[in-house]
C-alpha cells in the first residue's frame, strides 16, 4: 500500500473553533494510535491474537449480556407453557389422592399458591404487554448511548430487567394484571439495549471486521432464545413453589454475572480501554473516516428521514421484527397447539430454529466481510445479497412446514430450524447496515428503527392470538402464510432502496482523514525527531510536516499556533517514545 501523509482538510471559513476541535481530534489519533507496523503487518494476526483482543472481547461481552437480557425478556411463553403443564397434573394428582364421598364425587384439596392458571384471554395480555412498551426507550437510549455512555444506558436498563424479573412470580400470585404492568416495565427497561450495543460496537469494530462483529453482539439473541425454550423445560420440574419461579431467579443470577463481567471488560471507545494495545488501536481507526474518540454531535434528523437508504433499512428492520416477535414468542404455542409437544419436548425442539440461526449469523458475518476485505464484491451489493437471500430462500421451508400436524413433527422441525437457518443469512445484511450508511450516527439510527419496528411488530402478538384462538393446524397456517408476505416484502424494499455507502448527511464535513502506516523503524525514527523538536521548541511548519504530524492542514487559509500544537502533542510524544523504548 502507498503511504501517505496524515492530513485534515478545513474550509477557509472554518471557526477557530472547529479548527481546534478537529485538529485536537486529529492529532489524538495520530498520536495516540499510528500504527508501529505497515498495512500488511497491520491486518495479519493469529487467531488467539484476535479472538483474544480488547475489541473480540468487547463483543463477546455484548453478546453475553444480550443472551442474558433476552432469557429474561423473553420467557414468560415457557413460564405460562410451565405454569398450565404443571397446574393440570397438580390437579391430576389431588384428584387420584383424594377421597370419594358417598355419592361417588371427588373432593378436590384447595390449590396451593404457586398453582397459577390464567384464562386465555389474561395470557394474551401477557404476551402481548411487553411489546406496548418497548418503543418508547430505543431512540431514547441509542440518543443517550451516542451523546453519553453506551456502557452506563445498558448498566442501568439491565439492573431494572434483573429487579422486575426478579419480583414477577410474587406479583403472579396476587393477580395477572400485576405482571401485566411488570411487564410493560419490564419492555420499558428493554427498549434502549440494542441501540446502545449499536453505539459501542460501531467505536469498536474495524472495517474489515465489521460485520463479524455486529453479528457476534448480535448473535445474543439468538443464543438468548436457545437457552429459553431449552432450560425451562427442565427448570420447570423443580419440586419446589410448581417449578415456574425458578425460570426467573436463574436467569435473573446469569444477569447479574453477566452484569459483572459487562462493567470489567467494556469500554464506551478504544482511547478509554487501558489495556488496548497500540497496534488494534491502529486496526481500529484503519480506513474510518468517523472518529472513535468524539462522541455524537446533533443527528440531522430531516436530513435521515428524507434519506433513501433509511427506509429501506427501516423496512427491513420491521419485515424482520415482526417475524422474530411472532415465531419467538409463538413458536412454543405453535409447538404444543399443533405438534403436541409435552413440556420438555417442546422447549428442547423450540430452541433448535436459534441453533441454526446462531451459526448462520456468525458464518455470514464472516463471509460478508471476506468477500468485502478481497474487494469480490462492494459493500451495497454484500448486503442485499445477504438479506435478499435470507428471505427469500427460506421462504419454501415455513410454507411446506405449515402443512404437516403431529404424525409429522419431526420433519416439521426439522423443516423449521432449516427455515430459520437460511433466514439467518440478512444478519450480514441489515443488521450492520446501521454503520455502513452513518457510523456517527449508528446508535439513533439504531434506535429509530427499533422503535418504529416495535410498533410494528405490535401487531404480530395481537394478529397471532386472535387468529390461534383455538390453536388448530389452519389457524397456524394463516399465521405462516402473513410472516411469509411480510417478510418479502421487506426484502424487496431493502432490495431496492438500499445501500451500503456512507451517506452524506452522516459525515464529518471537517475531517478527511488518511492515516499514515509506518514500518517500527519509521515511527521510531520520526518520534524521536519530534520529540528533539518539542524540547528545542522548533515547531516551523516545514518541520512538523517532515515528521508527519497532523499540525498543519494542507490548506494554508488556517493557522496553527506553534505553541498550542506543540502542548498538546507534549504529553503522548513522551508516552509513545516510552512505549517503543
Known amino acids: 500500500m502507498r ?14 473553533q472547529q479548527s481546534q476541535r478537529s485538529n485536537s481530534v486529529i492529532s489524538a489519533r495520530n498520536s495516540s494510535t499510528s500504527s508501529l507496523y505497515s498495512s500488511k503487518q497491520l491486518l495479519k494476526q493469529s487467531v488467539f491474537e484476535k479472538y483474544t483482543s480488547c475489541r473480540w472481547l468487547v463483543a463477546f461481552s455484548c453478546f453475553i449480556t444480550v443472551t442474558c437480557s433476552i432469557m429474561l425478556r423473553q420467557c414468560i411463553s415457557m413460564v405460562i407453557v410451565c405454569m398450565e403443564s404443571n397446574y393440570k397434573a397438580g390437579q391430576d394428582a389431588m384428584i387420584n389422592k383424594s377421597n370419594t364421598t358417598t355419592n361417588g364425587t371427588f373432593t378436590q384439596t384447595q390449590r396451593g399458591l404457586w398453582d397459577i392458571l390464567w384464562e386465555s384471554e389474561e395470557k394474551g395480555l401477557i404476551l402481548q404487554s411487553y411489546f406496548y412498551t418497548f418503543p418508547i426507550t430505543p431512540l431514547i437510549g441509542g440518543y443517550l448511548s451516542g451523546r453519553f455512555s453506551g456502557k452506563t444506558v445498558v448498566t442501568v436498563m439491565t439492573s431494572c ?6 419480583v414477577t412470580p410474587i406479583a403472579a400470585t396476587v393477580s395477572p394484571y400485576f405482571v401485566v404492568v411488570l411487564r410493560c416495565c419490564i419492555g420499558l427497561s428493554s427498549g434502549g439495549l440494542q441501540p446502545s450495543v449499536t453505539a459501542i460496537v460501531s ?43 425458578f425460570i426467573f431467579y436463574i436467569f435473573c443470577i446469569c444477569n447479574v454475572l453477566s452484569l459483572v463481567m459487562w462493567m470489567w471488560l467494556v469500554y464506551d471507545r478504544p482511547d478509554e480501554h487501558p489495556r488496548i494495545t497500540w497496534k488494534e488501536r491502529a486496526l481500529i481507526n484503519y480506513k474510518r473516516r468517523d472518529s472513535t474518540l468524539e462522541k455524537m454531535p446533533s443527528p440531522p434528523w430531516m436530513k435521515i428521514l ?20 411472532t415465531i419467538g414468542t409463538f413458536l412454543p404455542l ?32 464472516m463471509l460478508a466481510d471476506n468477500l468485502m476485505t478481497r474487494e469480490i464484491l462492494s459493500v451495497t451489493a454484500t448486503r442485499k445479497i445477504f438479506h435478499v437471500s435470507g428471505l427469500v430462500l427460506s421462504t419454501p421451508f415455513l410454507i411446506w412446514m405449515s402443512y404437516m400436524g403431529p404424525d409429522e413433527r419431526t420433519s416439521a422441525v426439522v423443516l423449521l430450524v432449516t427455515y430459520w437457518t437460511v433466514q439467518a443469512l440478512n444478519n450480514a445484511g441489515f443488521r450492520v447496515n446501521h454503520i455502513d450508511i452513518a457510523p456517527r450516527f449508528a446508535s439513533v439510527l439504531n434506535g429509530m428503527t427499533t422503535t418504529v419496528s416495535s410498533v410494528a411488530a405490535l401487531l404480530s402478538p395481537i394478529v397471532t392470538s386472535e387468529l390461534t384462538k383455538n390453536g388448530t393446524q389452519e389457524e397456524w397456517q394463516t399465521v405462516f402464510f402473513i410472516c411469509t408476505g411480510v417478510g418479502l416484502a421487506g426484502a424487496l424494499a431493502f432490495l ?30 520520526s518520534i524521536d525527531q519530534l520529540h528533539a523538536s518539542v524540547e528545542e521548541g522548533d515547531c516551523t511548519a516545514e518541520n512538523n510536516k517532515k515528521v508527519g504530524t497532523n499540525s498543519v492542514s494542507e490548506n494554508r487559509n488556517v493557522k496553527v499556533e506553534c505553541g498550542h500544537v506543540n502542548d498538546s502533542f507534549v504529553e503522548q510524544v513522551n508516552k509513545e517514545k516510552k512505549m517503543i523504548q
Open 3 to 16: 503511504r501517505t501523509s496524515a492530513r485534515v482538510s478545513f474550509s477557509s471559513d472554518m471557526t477557530e
Open 161 to 166: 430487567l434483573i429487579f422486575l424479573s426478579a
Open 203 to 245: 467505536k469498536w469494530a474495524p472495517v474489515s471486521e465489521r460485520a463479524q462483529i455486529v453479528a457476534m453482539a448480535n448473535a445474543g439473541m439468538m443464543v438468548g432464545n436457545i437457552f429459553t425454550f431449552a432450560f425451562p423445560g427442565f427448570i420447570c420440574s423443580i419440586p419446589i413453589h410448581n417449578g415456574w419461579p
Open 306 to 325: 428524507s434519506s433513501g437508504p433509511f427506509w429501506g433499512l427501516l423496512f427491513a428492520q420491521m419485515s424482520h421484527r415482526f417475524l422474530f416477535t
Open 334 to 365: 405453535y409447538m404444543a397447539d399443533v405438534l403436541k409437544f409435552d413440556i420438555a419436548t417442546n422447549g428442547l425442539f423450540s430452541s433448535l430454529p436459534f441453533i441454526g440461526r446462531f451459526i448462520a449469523s456468525v458464518g455470514s458475518g
Open 496 to 525: 431496492v432502496l438500499g445501500s451500503g455507502v456512507e451517506q452524506e448527511w452522516a459525515r464529518d464535513q471537517h475531517m478527511n482523514v488518511e492515516f499514515d502506516v509506518y514500518t517500527i523503524d519509521e515511527r521510531k525514527q
